[in-house]
């Protein structure tokens, strides 16, 4: 059974940096892109970022551009997404997702595994 496994959240204040990591078992994330998604309250979960299975290729949504990095360690089979300069709209569960593919997606519904996401909070 594939489990993913996000981490790396909390509470930081506007301005602040947090880095997500990602992790999997039941199967290796090398040969798979992965997605980073968040929904906050009230909102759609909508696509962040996502890498490719080489990390060679990347997508950022353009809210984030500049300001998320997305890369993946594939001897240990984890992906980061790293936050920087967070606004109080950044506030929401971040989730990792894989996919049965090693090209990226930006929308959820390419990506079969999913993780039960870790909360980001960005206060004023």
């Known amino acids: 059974q594939v489990q993913l496994v996000e981490s790396g959240g909390g509470l930081v204040q506007a301005g602040g940096s947090l880095r997500l990591s990602c992790t999997t078992s039941g199967r290796t994330f090398r040969n798979y892109a992965v997605g980073w998604f968040r929904q906050a309250p009230g909102k759609e979960r909508e696509a962040v970022a996502a890498?490719?299975?080489?990390?060679?290729?990347?997508y950022y949504a353009d809210s984030v551009k500049g300001r998320y990095a997305i890369s993946r360690d594939n001897a240990n089979d984890t992906v980061y997404l790293q936050m920087n300069s967070l606004k109080p709209e950044d506030t929401a569960v971040y989730y990792c997702?894989?996919?049965?593919?090693?090209?990226?997606?930006?929308?959820?519904?390419?990506?079969?595994?999913w993780g039960q996401g870790t909360q980001v909070t960005v206060s004023p």
């Open positions: 890498i490719n299975w080489s990390g060679g290729s990347t």
């Open positions: 997702a894989s996919r049965d593919g090693g090209a990226w997606y930006g929308a959820e519904q390419y990506y079969g595994y």
